[in-house]
């Protein structure tokens, strides 16, 4: 009886085993893949949050008033972290770009980015509706 089985239980244990290689590259293709949806999904938040914080007290809006572009860069370079780059447009109601220079850190080459949009309005007697963008990646 036992020389009858030998034969099955090889078989049984081939297809187990080209079962357990097949799984673990299905498991390892897709797992790259959610990891830099998480990370792209931390910029964009880090992005926000760091519109939101330079807004708070109403300087976001100040400086676009007064097209202070370099003012806005210092501070986003302080808000943000070492090693993120940054470029931001400033739109106005009419989407037409308002900011006439660049508003960024560096050149994002072939990184991920990652972007996020925050509407500012002005605090100025004149009400004025901006829409700002900011791309985000890390350097490497």
């Not at 009886?1 to 049984?12: L, V």
């Not at 187990?16 to 990370?39: E, G, H």
């Not at 006439?100 to 990184?111: H, R």
């Amino acid at each position: 009886m036992r020389n009858g089985n030998a034969g099955q239980i090889r078989i049984i244990e081939a297809v187990f085993a080209v079962f357990v290689i097949y799984s673990a590259f299905a498991v390892t293709a897709n797992l790259p893949i959610s990891q830099s949806n998480s990370r792209n999904d931390n910029l964009a938040s880090l992005g926000l949050q760091t519109l939101t914080e330079l807004d708070s007290d109403g300087s976001l809006g100040k400086y676009i008033d007064q097209g202070n572009w370099t003012a806005l860069q210092e501070d986003l370079s302080l808000a943000l972290p070492t090693g993120v780059s940054f470029n931001l447009t400033i739109y106005d109601e009419q989407m037409c770009e308002i900011n006439t220079a660049v508003i960024g850190n560096g050149s994002f080459g072939n990184q991920e980015m990652a972007f996020t949009e925050y509407v500012c309005t002005s605090r100025s007697p004149a009400f004025r509706c901006y829409l700002i963008r900011l791309y985000l990646a890390v350097t490497t």
